[in-house]
């Protein structure tokens, strides 16, 4: 597999449940993200992760709660979710020190909270 | 004010014309500027990037930047109805710093 791959493509949750977006590059990469991307919205930086130590948390509820294991996986932990987390979650990478702004993203999980 | 406006359209045009896409920003700081392209059900994929003030092309697509009018446009010349999708600007400052993105600007091409 090449490029940045999300798993599931689609999530349908409770508010109740607990479930985790995963997300892995094949791209040689030592930085990843997480964004939220709603309708009508910029896409909004939830956590950055450089050399497997995050960097940033951008204000983001507990109910998220990501995990960098190692530089070419990364997880979003989710639990209690509201309807308004309801939204497309991207998971993206790029090589800091090198054209650290060119980021490479993946499909996104289309997440839906009932 | 937001950081970066984007119109959000629709913008609709037949196959053949010339698009001009377009966003404004506030931070003077700015110096690197992205073009992104999100075709629907996908993720944002890089399509142009420049640094500083000037033009760059490459084959349909040229993007500007206007730093003194804080002004930046993507064109595309002899659009097809493949290039119907969401057209993304982004920017940051220089160092390890966030993009900052627009809300995106949906087009339609119409065969």
């Known amino acids: 597999e090449t490029g940045v791959t999300q798993t599931p493509r689609h999530l349908v949750m409770g508010m109740t449940n607990k479930k985790s977006l995963k997300c892995e590059q094949h791209?040689?990469?030592?930085?990843m993200y997480w964004y939220k991307q709603s309708a009508k919205k910029p896409l909004e930086l939830m956590f950055v992760?450089?050399?497997?130590?995050?960097?940033e948390n951008n204000s983001v509820p507990s109910r998220f709660s990501p995990e960098c294991p190692n530089s070419s996986h990364l997880f979003l932990h989710l639990h209690t979710l509201q309807p308004e987390d309801s939204a497309l979650y991207l998971c993206?990478?790029?090589?800091?020190?090198?054209?650290?702004?060119?980021?490479?993203f993946g499909s996104g999980t289309q997440l839906s909270v009932l | 004010q937001k950081e970066v406006e984007q119109d959000p359209g629709p913008l609709s045009v037949p196959e053949g014309a010339i698009v001009s896409l377009n966003c404004t920003y506030s931070n003077s700081a700015f110096q690197y500027f992205m073009w992104y392209r999100q075709y629907s059900r996908k993720g944002p994929e890089l399509l142009m990037y420049t640094y500083s003030s000037g033009n760059k092309e490459d084959g349909r697509f040229t993007a500007q930047v206007d730093k003194s009018s804080k002004y930046i446009s993507l064109f595309i010349r002899d659009s097809q109805p493949s290039d119907s999708a969401t057209y993304l600007c982004a920017m940051r400052n220089t160092g390890f710093q966030k993009l900052v993105f627009g809300t995106g600007t949906r087009l339609l091409v119409s065969p």
């Open positions: 992760y450089s050399l497997e130590e995050r960097v």
């Open positions: 791209l040689g990469h030592n930085a």
């Open positions: 993206a990478s790029s090589q800091e020190g090198g054209d650290g702004e060119k980021l490479f």
